[in-house]
């Protein structure tokens, strides 16, 4: 069985910084990518971050560009979503995601079903 751990959410100043992390266990198929949405509360989910496990490549939303930054160890199977400069607006909650096929380039695709979710962590940005 697949699963995900999400962690390091919790509660952070306007301007502070704080680090996810996704832990996968019971995968072994490559390549993919895994990367990060988020879902506030009467908002839309947004992807927001992706990395290949092929290359390293990433993708990043204009949302998050020059703010986040996302990484993996792949002895450890996990992902990380480094975020800084946090805003108010960045409050949601954060979700992990896999998906065999889908280009990195295309992550955060409305209405396309990936294949793998996390449960979730939450993020709040205070002002």
């Known amino acids: 069985e697949v699963q995900f751990v999400e962690s390091g959410g919790g509660l952070v100043q306007a301007g502070g910084s704080l680090r996810l992390s996704c832990k996968a266990s019971?995968?072994?198929?490559?390549?993919?990518?895994i990367g990060w949405f988020r879902q506030a509360p009467g908002k839309e989910r947004e992807g927001i971050a992706c990395?290949?496990?092929?290359?390293?490549?990433?993708w990043y939303s204009d949302s998050v560009k020059g703010r986040f930054t996302i990484s993996s160890d792949s002895a450890k199977n996990t992902v990380y979503l480094q975020m800084n400069n946090l805003k108010p607006e960045d409050t949601a909650n954060y979700y992990c995601?896999?998906?065999?096929?889908?280009?990195?380039?295309?992550?955060?695709?409305?209405?396309?079903?990936?294949?793998?979710w996390g449960q979730g962590t939450q993020v709040t940005v205070s002002s």
């Open positions: 995601a896999l998906d065999l096929l889908l280009p990195i380039r295309d992550w955060g695709r409305v209405g396309y079903e990936y294949d793998y």
């Open positions: 019971g995968f072994t198929a490559d390549p993919y990518a």
């Open positions: 990395i290949s496990s092929s290359d390293d490549s990433t």
